[in-house]
């Protein structure tokens, strides 16, 4: 019984102590931004309270006008001459190069990576894992193998920023119902947080594509 009950409290327990350390520790980084002014402006000099987080607020400030400057005429003028410029510069050209490409397929709006949830088969014919879709081949890739391939990434677990880039034909590949949020929690709890049925509108549950007898591969 004691045995059951220490369990129980380290269920309980153990996700809020990790979770208040990472947000502390994301929140001690963020602060470090206000070391590059000067000591009298910082806000431990003239604030009675430090509040873990306050660099968060600058931050999204410069973020957001950046952003409103660079969403006119002018303003993309600008930048494109600011991306000429640091594309001159040897060496870094190409890890920023790389780096904007990247940014520029995740979280533009018209961008397609990461967001649907597929089952593909990994690491051999006879298992499936969970994968994030990261678009389709395009230029040399498809002289080789043919337009019916989709690129995905599957992350690895718990650790979910490494994983593997495979291609693989869309014959193979099984689109779920989960959102990529809960495929994420899915390959992080190795399993055990499986997300629930989708519903129907009128109320009846709808077959997964994992349990569906007849699944329905993508594209």
Known sequence: MIKKYLITGLLVWVPIVISVWVLLLLAGLLDNVFLLLPE???PKTWMPVNVPGLGLL?????????????ANLAGKKLLD?????????PIFRSIYGGVKQISDTLFSPEGKAFRKAVLVRYPHAGTWTVALLTGEPQNEVTDHL??????VFVPTTPNITAGFFLIVPNAD????????DEALKYIISMGVAEPARPIHRNGAEMKKSGTDPNPKPLG
């Open 173 to 180: 590949v099984i689109e779920l119902q989960m959102s990529v």
């Open 146 to 151: 043919g337009h019916d391939n989709v690129a």
């Open 81 to 89: 001459l600011w991306h000429g410029l640091l594309n001159r510069i």
């Open 40 to 42: 009298r402006y910082q």
């Open 58 to 70: 600058p931050i999204l400030i410069i973020v957001f006008f950046t952003g409103m400057v660079a």
